[in-house]
């Protein structure tokens, strides 16, 4: 186990060599696709890039959402709140200084992807060993869902840092608990609500994690209670917004019921194919497509979808548990589905297969370590379990589970250290026998 005990000398230089070398994989994967390809029509990057360009023109967040049209048939330039505006924010950011080039969004994800590399060392850092940490720093800077991604003009690849640093930020507080620290994780976790409303979940489990950690200092209980609240308040403004423009409360946005209908009917329930998954519900759902075009408003629209989807819930009570554990199935898998590219396929079997496994292994003896000793770095745990309940109340999708694909190669990290010093141990444990025996003799 030399070579381990070489690696513990030099993390850093390692790191940022990992770094160096994931900046470079990543701008070639988008040079190779295109840094300035066009946006497919009837897409979420299309709809993303419509409320940022608007914004970056100075005409407001308004832009083009689902089965809202002119008279001539044609998607209507509105104001709108079909998607939260954390991602249009950032790549508006970018448009106001580059002009409206895709090849600025991509660039700009790549760094954003790339610096997680550095956020899951540090983050592994303040809670495991050094080799475990650069196992899952240095496979990161080639992980093939990092790569898929980041060609996306949408908000995965900002999620995704914006979540890592989320977590390094609570680990920093949890070492030194004050209000500054707090507030800065609550601001972060907030622009993460902003950015994709499935982060709920994740202000959720700070309830308990802020409740638990502190249970043997009480009075540290408000300041870990104030990183939700601090998150939760960010949403006002938008809110705020929404009303005024809508008359309506959205604290997230209107295409929830594109979502919960899409997850919640007979095609997801029936089709093999679809299992565990979703579905466009005008496109793929004809016999409402009547009922959810005819308001040709998005707020009414997301209400008639809402009431569709709790309809088909509850007049098909049969199908709730074959839902939940196909949407299980279906988030972890790494088995992708057959009409998707054999490059695809062949990558996630061989990238996320094992890890699964490895990180399956270790999940649970780490989270009780971790709470039996008083780390708060069971955070982590609490991060996955964010992404598996977003799969069990939606639908089980890789882009859920890539924000938090860094946190499971750290948990994986563990298991191969322990892997390899029981062999080591084993190892040692033959030569030891074979000594023996070999100065007593036979």
Known sequence: ?????????????????????GLSVRLAVAVHTGLSAPLPSSSDDREYDSYAWNLAQGHGYRGISPDVRTPGGQLLDHP???????????????????????AAVRIAQCVLDTANILLIYEIGNLCFDTVVVLFAAGLYAFWPTALFYLTRVGSESLYAFLFYGFIYATLKFAAQPGWTRAAAAGVILGCCLLTRGNAIMMVALLVPWALLQSRKAPRLVVRGLAIPLVALAMLVPWTVRNYRLFHAFIPFETGGGDVVLGSNNRVVAGDPLYYGYWVFPTSDLPEYRAQITAPNNEVVRDHVELRLAIQWIRDHPGD?????????????????????????????????????????????????????TGHPGWILHLGIIHFLLTALVFWGSSRFRYPVEGLCLLLAGVSIVWLLKLAAARVESRIKVLGETATTGP
Request: aromatic letters at 20%.
């Open 80 to 102: 709108t709140a079909y998607r939260l505006p954390g991602a249009s924010l950032f790549m508006a950011a970018l448009y106001l200084a580059f002009g409206h080039h895709y």
């Open 1 to 21: 186990m030399q070579w381990v005990n070489q690696l513990r000398t030099k993390p850093r230089a390692l790191v940022l060599i990992f770094f160096l070398v």
């Open 320 to 372: 709730w548990w074959y839902l939940l554990e196909s949407r299980f199935r279906r988030s972890l898998t790494p088995f992708l589905e057959p009409r998707s590219p054999r490059l695809y396929r062949v990558a996630m079997l061989a990238s996320w297969g094992p890890i699964l496994v490895l990180f399956a292994f270790a999940f649970w003896p780490t989270a009780m370590n971790l709470w039996r």
